[in-house]
C-alpha cells in the first residue's frame, strides 16, 4: 500500500514537472513573435514603397552632393562643396548611396518579383510592374558606378546571396531594355484588375501609362548606349518608336512626396549647408530669356538672379557672398513639389536626338526639339503667351552643324531635367552637352581630375572589404576605381 | 530576556558533571555592544556546530572540556576560545577591517566564507568606499580604483550622466559589456546610455537609482566561474548589491545623513589670447549691412593679432580689438548638490526593518540643468516561526532631470561652441545679442550648424521623469536542520517620460521650424527563483547541494510622437506642430531556467563547487532555445593542510576555476518580418523591410573562462595578497555584421567570431599601523587587461564600433588586434616613416592606419585610510597607463585657431618636419599656420596629432571624518555623530593629454573612452556630510 502511495507520489510529481516544463515552453512560444511587425503581407504594400522610394531617391545625398552639383545645377555650401571642388575623398557617402539605392528600390522589389512569381501570388502583370520599377532602379545604380551586381544584387535575403557577383555594365544595359520590351508587351494587354489598384503611386493604376513609361524609359536606356553599342542602340530606338511614348505632361512619371518633411529640396533649401542655384544655369536661362527662370530660380534678397560659380577654391569661395545667391524656385523646391523620373518632356528630346543621328532627319528633329521645349514649360504651367513667344525665339530652332543641334537638344535636355538632375549628369557625360569646361583658372579647384566633370561614383572600401572577390573582378574589368574612370556606355 | 539568560546559565552549571556537557552563551559587538544574530560557532576539528540566534544567544550541546569553540561572522575577526571548565562563554567580537578571511556574498545571494572560493570574488563595504559618505550619483562610481578588474569610467555629460562600467574588459563585439546588477537577489535594469559624435544627451544610468544610503555592501563576481550561476545572463561579471537591513537597536532607532557640495571646473581647454576673428591675418570682410561676413574661415580665430585696436565687432558696432579669457569660467556656474537621508529602523524579536526617505537636489555646472530624486526604501523581515522567515524589499524612486547637455557635434552643444567661440567676442555680447528683429537665433559665425550658447541654453529644452518601483520578497523555509526551500521573486518596473522641445528660429535645428518630442517608456524585469538546499556530513566531508529553477520576464513598451513646424510661439503640445510623426513599440522576452550546485568542503582546508545551469529563452529560435551552462571552482588553503599557519604567515590559498557562460540576444532577431509604415498622407498601404537581415539558427554566445589565483596573508592579515590571472575565451558572437549593401540588406546577424581575454588582477592590503590611537591601512590594486579580437565573421575585416564621421576616424574591432583600436589617416610618409612635403611646405594624405587602443596597460588605485583617535582620512588615488584616445574638440580648436597650441607659426608660418616629395631634402619651405591646421584637419582628416595619451593619476577621493567621541555624547539621545568632509575628484598628479581629459567622451558605451568631441569641463566637487544616529 506504502509503495503504491510513494509510486503515485512519484509519478504525480514527474506529472506536475512535465506540466510545467511545457506550459513553460508554451511561456516562451507565445512572446516569440515580434508583435511590432507582420510576417505576411500584400506585395502591393511593398510595391508602393519600391516605387516611391525611386522618386524620393532623386533628392538623395548622391544627388545633392554630388550629381547636381557635376552637372552644374547648383552648389552646396561648407563641407559639401568639397564635392563641387571634384574631391574623392567621400567613402562613407559612396557607400550610403549604394546602400540606399539597394535598400530603397532593390531590397523591397527584389520581394515582389519573388511573391509575384511563385505559388498563389504569382501575378505577370504585377510582376512585369515590378520589373519595370527594378530595371529603372538598377539603371540609375550602373550609371552612378558602372559594373554592380545585377543578376545576383538584392538577392540577400530570397536567396541568401550576401556576396553578389558584378555584372558588366554592357550586360545589365542589353538585359534592361530585354526585360523591358518584355513587361512592355505583358502590360500592353493586361487588365488593370490584375495590377495594383489603389495602390500605385505613379498613375493610379492607369497601365497605358504604364507602357508608356516602360517605353520612354527603354528609349533613355537606348540612346545611353548610342557610342557604346550603336547596333543595339538603332534595334532598340526602332523598336520604342513604334510602341507608345509619353507626349504630355500627363503622361509623366511624377510623384508629390506627401511624407514626413515633404520634398528633400524644400530641407536642403531651407537647411545646411545652403544650396544656391548655379551661375550657368542662371546666365543660360537669362541669356535666352527662357521663361523657366522664376521656376527654377527664386530672387535673392536684393531681387535679384544671382548664381554661383561652381568649383570655386575655398579662398574665392571665402570672398564669394555665396549667402546672397539665388535659391531654387519655389516651384522645384517646395515641401509639395513633384519628383520625377521620365518624363514626356525628356522623350521628345530623345526622340529628336534620335531622329538627327539616326534617321539624318533635321526637320523632325527640330519639330521634336519644339515639341520637347514646349512639353517642358507646360510641364512647370509657363503661360500661353510665354510659351508663344519663347517657342518663337532662335532658342527654340534648331540650327547649324550637327554638333551644333546636338549641343541645343543637349542643353534644353539638361534644363528639362531639373530637377532630376542625376539624369542630367548622366545626360552630359554621355553627350558632353551642355558642356562642362575644364577648369583652368587659378580661382577654381581642380580636384582629383584635373579640372573635368568626374564621370562617376566610386567603390567604397566597405563594399571593398565586404565584397572584396568581386569588386576587385568588376576594377579589373572597368578600370581603376576612380571618379574619372568612364563607364561603359561613356564613350565622350 | 535577561531570565532566559539566567535559565541557560542555571541548565549549563547544572550539566557539568558531566565530561561532555552543554555551553551556553551571548555574542556582542565591540562596536555598539548589540547582539549580533547568525554568529557561527563550531567546535575547531569537527563538523559540530552552530549559529547564534536573534538575540545572539547560543547553546551547543555535547562539547568536551577540550574543545576549542571557533566564533566567526562576515566583517568581524574570528575568535577561538578554549572551553576548559566554562559553561557560559561569553563572547566579544571586534570588527575586522581585513579584507581576506572574511563572509561574502556569491551568486544567487549564497552568502559563503570567501576561503572556499576557486574565484575571484571582491566585496566592498559601505563603510570600505564611503559610500554614504561621498555619495555618488550612481554608487558605481564609488567603486571606481577600489576593485581589480573592473573599470569605471563617467563621462563629463552633465548631472546624472551614465558610467561606462567594465569587468575584465570587453568580451562582445555588440553586446553592452555590462555587467548584470543583483539588488538583494533580484536582477534589474542596468543599462546607460550616452550620444553620438553627431550630438544627443546622455539619457542617464539605470544605476544611479541606486540610494548610496541604502546600500550596505556591493560584491563583485568577475568571472564567469563566480557568475555561472545567472546562465546566459552573467557573462559580463556580476554586482550583487545588498541593501541596509533594520538593525539590532533597542526599540527604534532613527539615523540622519546630511551632505551638500558645490561643484566647480577642475579642467577646461587651454585657449590662446592673441589672435581673434577673422582667416589669413586679416578681418572678416565688411558685408553691406555693415556686418562682418562671418562665414568660415573668417569666424574662426586666425585673424590679426590683438593689440586693442579698433575694428567692427560680429554685431556691426566699434569695438576694441581684445582677447576675452576663459569663457567656460562666466558661461558655466558653479554646481552644488543637497541630500538629505533620514532612516528608523528597529527590530523585535521576530521582526526588524528599515524604512528611508532621501531627498537630493543637485544642480550641474551646464546653467538649467538640474536633479531632482527622492528615493524610498522599506526592507523587512520577519520571522514567523522558528524555521519560517520573510524578507521583502520595497523601493520606489522619483527622479526628475531637467536639460540633460547636448553633447558631442550637437548644435547646443555649449562646450564646443564656447571652445570654438573667436577670442575678441565678448560672453556678454552673446549674451545680450540671441535673437534678431525677426525672431532669429543671431551668432558671431555664421554657420548655422552652431547655436549661439546662450541661444541653446534658452531656448533648447529636455525634461525627463522616471518612476521606478522595486519589490522583492523573499520566503525561506528551514524543514530541517539539512533542508532549506527559498523562495523570491522581485520586480523591477520603471516608468520613464522624456519631453523636448527646441523653438523656432535656428538653422541648427528642425530647419529652423521649431522642434517637439515626447516620448513615455514603461518597462519590468520580473524574476522568480525557488532554491532547495541539502545539506550532509560524512567522513570529514560537508556537501551541499542545491537545485533551483528560475523564471525571468523582460517587457517594454513606449510610445513616442514629434513635430516640427511650430503654430504659436512657446507653446509644447503635439497639436501646435504642422509635420507630427508618432510610433509605439513593445516587446518581451522570457528565459526560464533550471540549474543545480554542489560545495563540497574536506577537511575545512579544500573546497570543491560546481555549477549547472539550463536556459531556454524565446529570443532564441524557437526549436533551438536550449542552452547549457557550467562552472568547476577548487579552493586548497595549503597553509592549513601542511598545518605551516603561524602568526606570520597566516593564509596560503590556491584556486583554480573553469566556467562556460553564454548570452543570449534581443527578441525578435530570429525572423524575417514586414514592418508597416506610418504614413497618414497616403491611402494606400506601404510596407518595408529592415536592413537587418535575421539569422534563423541564432545560437547563444558562448564564453570559456578559467582562472587561478592565490591568497596569501601574513602578520595575521597585516600584509594580505590576491592575485589572479585569468582567460577568457567567447565565441558564436551575436553581432549584425555589416554586410555588402549590393545585397540588399545592410547588416546580417550572425554568430561568428572570437574574442579573448586575458589579465592579471592583484590586491594588496597594507596595514603597517595598528594601534589603539592610530591606525594605517593601505590598499593597493592592480588590473592588467588585454581583449583581443581573434576572429570576425569569414572574410570580414573590420568592425566598426564607434567613430567620429567628419574625422575619418573609427574604433574598430579586427582580427588579430586589440578590441577597440583606434584607426584614422597619418601623414604621407616615406619608407623611413618621415613625413613627405609638398612644393607648398604642406602635409599630404597616407594611409589609414592602428593608432593603438583604447585599453589601459593597466590601471588601478590605491587607498590609504589612517585613524587616529576620532579622526579618519580616506584618500583614493586612481590612474591608468596606456591607452589612447581621439580628442576631435583638440582638432576643431587648432582648426578654428582658438587652442593656445595653434599659437605655433602665427608670424612666418611653420616648417613642418619632413622631406620635399619630388626632391627628398629637408623640407624648407613654411607653410601659413592656418593653412597647416585647415590642411591637417579638414582637408586631409589626418588624425596623428590628435591621437593622445590617455594615462593619467587622479586624486579621486578625500574624505575626513570626525567622529564624536561617546563621552560627548553620552547625555543626549545622540549615540552617534560624525561629520565630514570630503572631495571628489580633485586633481591629476599626472595627465598625459594635458588640458582634456581623457575619461571625457560622450558616451558610456564599451568604447566610450575612444572618441573625445568637445566635452564640458571636468569638474571637481568638495563637500560636507553629517550623520546622526539616534
Sequence with gaps: ?492 | MNKLLILWIVIGFSITAYSQKTVTGQVLSKDDNMPIPDVGIQVKGTDQGITTDFDGNYLLKNVNDDAILVFSYMGFKTQEIPVGDQDVINVVLETDNNTLDEVVVTALNIQRDKASLGYSVAQITSKDANLDIVKENNVVNSLTGRVSGLQVTQANTGVDGSSRVLLRGVTTISGSNRPLVVIDGIPVSGGGSGATAWGGTDGGDALSDINPDDVESISVLKGAGASAAYGSLGMNGVIIITTKSGAKKGGIGISLSSSFNVQDIMLSPDLQNEYGTGAFDQFAPIGDDGRPVLDYPFAWSWGPKMEGQEYTNWLGNQDTFTAQGNPYKDFYRMGNSITNTVAFQGASEKNSFRLSVTDQKSQGIVPNNDLNKQTYNLRASSHLTEKFNLDGRVSYVRSNVKNRPELAEGPSNTSLQLSLMPRDVRLIDVKNNTVDEFGNEMSYANDPTFNNPYWALDNVYNEDTKDRIQGMISANFDVSENLNFNGKSGIDYINRDGTYHAARGSQAIANGLGSYSNGINKSYIWNSDVLGTYKMRFAGINLNTSIGANYRKEFGNSIYVSGRDSKTDDFYRISNYKTTYSSDYSWQKAVYSFYALAEINYGGFLYFDATIRNDNSSALPKDNNSYWYHSENASLLFSKLFGIESDVFNLGKIRGSYATVGNDTGPYRTQPVYHVSQTPTLDYAVASISGSLPATNLKPERSTSWEAGIELGFYNNRISLDATYYETETTNQIMAVPISGTSGFTTKVVNAGSISNKGIEAQLNLIPVETDNFSWDMGINYTQSTSKVNSLNEGLESVILGGIHNAGVTVEARPGEEFGSIYGTDFKRDNFGTKLITDSGDIMKGEIVNFGTMNPDFYGGITNNFRYKNISLRTLISGQYGGVFYSYGRAYRMMFGTDQRSLEGRVGGIVIDGINEHTGLANEVPVPAMLKQFSEVFSNQIATNMILDATHIRMKEIVLTYTFPKSIIQSSPIQSLSISAVGTNLFFFYNAAGDIDPEAGFSSGPTGTALELGSLPSTRSFGLNLNINF
Aim: charged share 25%; glycine share 6%; net charge negative.
Design chain 1, 1 to 492: 500500500m506504502k509503495n503504491i502511495q510513494n509510486k503515485l507520489k512519484r509519478i504525480s510529481v514527474i506529472m506536475v514537472l512535465l506540466t510545467v516544463l511545457s506550459s513553460c515552453q508554451n511561456l516562451l512560444d507565445d512572446i516569440y513573435d515580434n508583435p511590432n511587425a507582420v510576417t505576411e503581407i500584400d506585395d502591393a504594400a511593398l510595391f508602393t514603397n519600391a516605387t516611391r522610394n525611386l522618386l524620393i531617391q532623386t533628392t538623395d545625398i548622391g544627388v545633392y552632393r554630388f550629381a547636381g552639383q557635376y552637372a552644374h545645377y547648383f552648389v552646396a555650401g561648407s563641407t559639401v562643396r568639397k564635392h563641387d571642388q571634384y574631391l574623392d575623398n567621400f567613402d562613407d557617402e559612396y557607400n550610403e548611396v549604394m546602400r540606399n539605392m539597394y535598400g530603397g528600390v532593390i531590397r523591397h522589389i527584389e520581394d515582389v518579383l519573388q511573391i509575384t512569381s511563385t505559388g498563389d501570388t504569382k501575378n505577370d502583370v504585377r510582376h512585369a510592374m515590378a520589373d519595370v520599377i527594378a530595371v529603372m532602379g538598377y539603371a540609375v545604380i550602373t550609371d552612378a558606378y558602372g559594373d554592380i551586381p545585377y543578376t545576383e544584387g538584392g538577392k540577400g535575403k530570397s536567396e541568401d546571396i550576401l556576396t553578389p557577383k558584378y555584372d558588366s555594365q554592357q550586360f545589365i544595359y542589353t538585359d534592361m531594355m530585354s526585360r523591358l520590351a518584355n513587361d512592355i508587351n505583358i502590360l500592353k494587354n493586361a487588365d488593370p484588375k490584375d495590377a495594383y489598384p489603389r495602390s500605385e503611386p505613379l498613375f493610379d493604376n492607369d497601365l497605358s501609362k504604364w507602357v508608356k513609361l516602360a517605353n520612354s524609359f527603354r528609349l533613355r536606356l537606348a540612346m545611353r548606349v548610342r557610342n557604346a553599342d550603336n547596333t543595339l542602340s538603332r534595334k532598340v530606338v526602332s523598336e520604342c518608336l513604334s510602341e507608345p511614348l509619353m507626349e504630355n505632361p500627363s503622361d509623366d512619371a511624377s510623384m508629390i512626396q506627401t511624407e514626413g518633411n515633404g520634398n528633400n529640396w524644400y530641407s536642403y533649401k531651407t537647411g545646411f549647408p545652403e544650396i544656391k542655384v548655379s551661375e550657368k544655369m542662371i546666365d543660360q536661362l537669362s541669356n535666352t530669356s527662357d521663361p523657366r527662370l522664376p521656376v527654377f530660380v527664386s530672387k535673392n534678397a536684393e531681387g535679384k538672379y544671382l548664381g554661383q560659380l561652381n568649383g570655386l577654391n575655398d579662398v574665392a569661395f571665402g570672398a564669394s557672398q555665396f549667402g546672397k545667391k539665388s535659391n531654387m524656385g519655389d516651384a522645384i523646391s517646395s515641401k509639395d513639389s513633384e519628383l520625377y523620373v521620365m518624363t514626356a518632356a525628356e522623350t521628345w528630346l530623345l526622340r529628336a536626338e534620335a531622329s538627327l543621328a539616326y534617321d539624318g532627319d533635321a526637320v523632325k528633329a527640330n519639330e521634336y526639339y519644339r515639341k520637347g521645349i514646349e512639353t517642358s514649360l507646360k510641364q512647370w504651367d509657363v503661360e500661353d503667351a510665354d510659351i508663344v513667344s519663347f517657342l518663337a525665339s532662335p532658342t527654340a530652332e534648331l540650327t547649324g552643324t550637327q554638333n551644333q543641334m546636338e549641343e541645343q537638344i543637349g542643353t534644353q535636355m539638361w534644363i528639362a531635367l531639373t530637377p532630376d538632375y542625376f539624369e542630367g549628369w548622366s545626360y552630359i557625360r554621355r553627350t558632353g552637352y551642355p558642356v562642362i569646361a575644364e577648369r583652368t583658372d587659378d580661382n577654381l579647384e581642380r580636384g582629383v581630375t584635373n579640372g573635368l566633370m568626374p564621370t562617376r561614383f566610386l567603390y567604397s572600401t566597405h563594399e571593398q572589404s565586404t565584397n572584396g572577390t568581386n569588386v576587385d573582378e568588376a576594377i579589373q574589368r572597368q578600370g581603376a576605381n576612380k571618379i574619372d574612370t568612364p563607364v561603359w556606355w561613356d564613350k565622350n
